[in-house]
């Protein structure tokens, strides 16, 4: 089993991190919130007293951080961790940030003959708890087939997006298009049940037609539609209104970049900046429902 150096226990990465302590790897942990590595340590993890420490005599480091700044300033500089690593050390960087900054750090690392890839994650934290998360890479293919026994822990879907900063590419990508099916059905719904219909009858033919997509069948935001969905349980667990807020705004970064053209994107990323304005922030995107309905 392998030497892995695990940084940042939130909500996704804490769970990921258990995953490959219960695949028998030897993990070293560091968050700064004391609880996140309690919780790795009671289950068998040795606590680092920095993300430094951690990484000494690691083999994999795993990362999973919550933005850009985060992600660079752990890695780049005189304190980074490049410069604490070995080489040939393998480096999973899962945090969905900006595709130039995984470009940076990617290209940092690489003259630090320090193989990374970026491999941020679909399928929230029921995935991220059950081992079926998506992994969507860029960087190397060899660096790839290295890190795969890993991710095959973590995950169950990998897909190989290409070169560094594909893999965010196409994350931000998808959750723009989440972003956007999600407030679409919360309009719909919410406009059928103000003309007087059931929202459960209504999500049901939607699902069978070709209004059908992954809210209405897996995730529906009405309440008591899907009694496992975080709308029949307050809003509360899964993927936050900021955490689609941020993807979204990298996803305008992108456009901007690129000079693409994003305009549902944009429109989207307007309703759940109004929707987090209004105190919402912490509660699933699937709230955005209750824009609507107001």
Same mark, same amino acid.
């Given at each position: 089993m392998s030497r892995i150096a695990f940084i940042g226990l939130g909500h996704m990465g804490g769970p990921m991190a258990l995953n490959l302590l219960k695949a028998g790897h030897d993990l070293a942990v560091f968050d700064l919130?004391?609880?996140?590595?309690?919780?790795?340590?009671?289950?068998?993890?040795?606590?680092?007293?920095?993300?430094?420490?951690?990484?000494?005599?690691a083999e994999v480091v795993v990362s999973m951080l919550p933005a850009s700044k985060h992600v660079e300033g752990l890695y780049l500089g005189e304190t980074g961790l490049l410069k604490y690593v070995s080489n040939n050390t393998l480096v999973l960087e899962c945090s969905t940030i900006a595709p130039e900054s995984a470009r940076k750090v990617a290209q940092a690392a690489h003259e630090c003959n320090v193989r990374m890839i970026d491999a941020p994650v679909s399928g929230g934290t029921g995935g991220a708890v059950a081992g079926?998360?998506?992994?969507?890479?860029?960087?190397?293919?060899?660096?790839?087939?290295?890190?795969?026994?890993?991710?095959?822990?973590?995950?169950?879907?990998?897909?190989?997006?290409?070169?560094?900063?594909?893999?965010?590419?196409?994350?931000?990508?998808?959750?723009?298009?989440?972003?956007?099916?999600?407030?679409?059905?919360?309009?719909?719904?919410?406009?059928?049940?103000?003309?007087?219909?059931? +929202?459960?009858?209504?999500?049901?033919?939607?699902?069978?037609?070709?209004?059908?997509?992954?809210?209405?069948?897996?995730?529906? +935001?009405?309440?008591?539609?899907?009694?496992?969905?975080?709308?029949?349980?307050?809003?509360?667990?899964?993927?936050?209104?900021?955490?689609?807020?941020?993807?979204?705004?990298?996803?305008?970064?992108?456009?901007?970049?690129?000079?693409?053209?994003?305009?549902?994107?944009?429109?989207?990323?307007?309703?759940?900046s109004m929707h987090s304005a209004q105190g919402n922030g912490a509660q699933d995107f699937s709230s955005i429902l209750n824009l609507f309905k107001k």
């Open positions: 919130v004391p609880a996140a590595i309690k919780t790795l340590v009671d289950a068998g993890a040795t606590e680092a007293d920095s993300a430094q420490t951690a990484v000494e005599n079926t998360l998506t992994f969507i890479v860029g960087g190397d293919a060899d660096d790839l087939e290295a890190a795969r026994p890993y991710l095959e822990k973590m995950g169950k879907n990998i897909f190989h997006a290409g070169a560094a900063g594909a893999g965010q590419v196409a994350k931000i990508c998808n959750n723009m298009l989440l972003g956007i099916l999600m407030a679409g059905t919360s309009e719909a719904l919410a406009l059928g049940v103000k003309n007087g219909l059931d +929202p459960k009858v209504l999500s049901d033919i939607i699902a069978k037609s070709s209004g059908r997509n992954w809210a209405t069948e897996l995730y529906n +935001p009405w309440p008591g539609v899907m009694e496992h969905a975080p709308a029949s349980k307050g809003y509360a667990g899964g993927f936050g209104v900021d955490l689609m807020l941020k993807d979204l705004g990298l996803a305008a970064e992108a456009a901007l970049t690129t000079r693409a053209s994003v305009p549902l994107g944009e429109l989207a990323r307007n309703l759940y």
